[in-house]
């Protein structure tokens, strides 16, 4: 009989060490899982700032360069309509005026081009020159 109660002492002695070990186990299995989900959301984090950093360099730009070229060719639009019409009020209606790209005027008789400098006196070119400076 004391050989019977030793071997159940013995295992359970051993059912506690095994159930001590699994309770460890488990405990390194959620430690390790938690660390996981975090390195997740990091690892997701990191991904959408990624996508972020890649459109702002790929798109961004762009998008910026496209609304400028639109907005310039809104106020070059406007700001030719406004030149062609003061410059009806200093040479008549014989005359066009309007922009080019590069916001330099452009005089036209009869739908010609023509050279402005050589048909307007100092004072009209100073005035037809957008920056003053002609």
């Known amino acids: ?21 699994l309770e460890l186990s488990n405990k390194e299995i959620m430690e390790i899982t938690q660390k996981i989900r975090e390195k997740e959301e990091k690892r997701k984090g990191l991904i959408a700032n990624l996508e972020m950093q ?8 762009n998008l910026i360069g496209f609304i400028e070229k ?43 081009e023509m050279e402005y400098s050589f048909y307007l006196v100092e004072r009209e070119q100073l005035l037809l020159s957008p920056t003053g400076l002609l």
């Open 1 to 21: 009989m004391n050989v019977a109660l030793e071997e159940e002492k013995k295992f359970q002695i051993s059912l506690a060490e095994l159930k001590k070990e």
């Open 54 to 61: 890649d459109w702002l360099l790929n798109h961004f730009s």
């Open 70 to 112: 639109n907005v310039l060719i809104k106020v070059r639009y406007e700001f030719s309509r406004l030149f062609n019409k003061w410059f009806h009020m200093i040479s008549g209606e014989s005359f066009e005026a309007q922009l080019d790209e590069n916001f330099s005027p452009i005089v036209l008789q009869g739908g010609i």
